[in-house]
């Protein structure tokens, strides 16, 4: 009782801070953990900066776009379904 | 891409798509449930029909982000290539039992993992975690505050750095991650997929997809942050 009273008391220093912002972003974090990253990133500039980056990342990592379909790839392909269907009669 | 911190419950979408493929028949019910998948009910018809367009068209879909997993999985272009053509032939064998059950991307690509996992590296795969935090121990103080805090980058990365060089600079970040990492990160947050989706595919406990998925993120934002120093 008296360790779950101290846990909740004591604010987090940054290094375990960051090590939790994936928690935080997948919702992963206890009710009071995560009450005590919210607190400590109000306070901390830089942890407040390193989640931001954090999310910024996450964004880019979205964004990047594949390499374009060649035609000779897709027809590659496509030959192949045309193959099955071949084999397997056109009712499937 | 949807803001992590306001991603809807991963795990309940998932468990309601679930739900929802239980039940008989996914197009008896077009207007009243607006299913990610509802529009795609009628392209697996014509796909089981044998319709060379509907095809054609997934192809157009699907294919490049197929190619960029099968690249997390094996450094070898060609062996990648490979894997993705044996998935599109499971996924032409098995299409007509596609029950709508999961979208119709994450059916494809967990063939695709499945491909990809036997085609690349064949050692037996360990649950590498990684160690420390990427960070470097001296960025923080003895007593874990920051004693070398991070720069505001990210209201400059459209400003300084043009978006194919960070396209390029994120890619390599990707590419030089240890395996699991560049596969968790490639299929959760290049390709958008679920947490239970690429846990199920990957075989990983919910804590060890968390773990992968932050120490790969951690070191693509300190290659981004690498490079912004570098810049100026």
């Known amino acids: 009782m008296m360790r779950l009273f101290t846990a909740w008391r004591h604010d987090l220093v940054c290094r375990d801070a960051v090590a939790l912002m994936t928690d935080y972003l997948e919702d992963a974090l206890s009710r009071s ?3 005590r990253l919210e607190r400590h990133l109000a306070q901390c500039d830089g942890c407040d900066e390193y989640l931001r980056q954090m999310r910024e990342t996450i964004r880019l990592l979205g964004r990047i776009e594949p390499d374009d379909l ?3 790839a897709r027809d590659e392909i496509v030959a192949l379904f045309l193959r099955y269907r071949e084999e397997t009669g056109e009712d499937g | 891409m949807i803001e992590p911190a306001f991603r809807p419950r991963v795990t309940l979408s998932w468990r309601q798509r679930a ?5 008989p028949a996914l197009h008896d019910q077009p207007t009243l449930t607006p299913v990610p998948g509802a529009d795609e009910s009628e392209l697996v018809a014509r796909l089981c029909a044998g319709d060379e367009l509907a095809f054609a068209e997934l192809v157009e879909r699907y294919h490049p982000s197929m190619v960029r997993v099968a690249s997390a999985f094996t450094p070898n272009r060609s062996v990648a290539e490979e894997a993705v053509q044996d998935a599109w032939i499971g996924v032409i ?5 596609f029950e709508g059950r999961s979208s119709l991307k994450t059916w494809i690509f967990r063939i695709l993992v499945n491909r990809a996992k036997t085609a690349g590296t064949r050692e037996p795969r360990t649950v590498e975690l990684g160690t420390g935090d990427d960070l470097g121990g001296d960025r923080f103080s003895a007593g874990g505050a920051w004693a ?5 980058w990210t ?3 459209v400003d300084r750095i043009v978006a194919p060089e960070v396209a390029a600079l994120v890619r390599e970040a990707i590419a030089q991650l240890p395996d699991l990492q560049r596969q968790v990160v490639t299929l959760r947050d290049v390709e958008g997929l679920s ?3 690429v846990r199920e595919m990957l075989d990983l406990s919910e804590g060890n997809q968390r773990v992968l998925l932050h120490r790969g993120r951690t070191r693509v934002r300190a290659a981004l942050e690498k490079a912004m120093r570098e810049k100026g």
Do not use: K
């Not at chain 2, 070398?148 to 505001?152: I, L, S």
């Open chain 2, 195 to 197: 947490s239970a989706d």
């Open chain 1, 33 to 35: 953990n995560r009450a």
């Open chain 2, 155 to 157: 209201d400059e990365v």
């Open chain 1, 70 to 72: 060649s035609l000779e």
């Open chain 2, 19 to 23: 739900v929802r493929g239980a039940r």
């Open chain 2, 93 to 97: 064998r098995g299409v007509c039992r």
């Open chain 2, 148 to 152: 070398d805090p991070p720069v505001p």
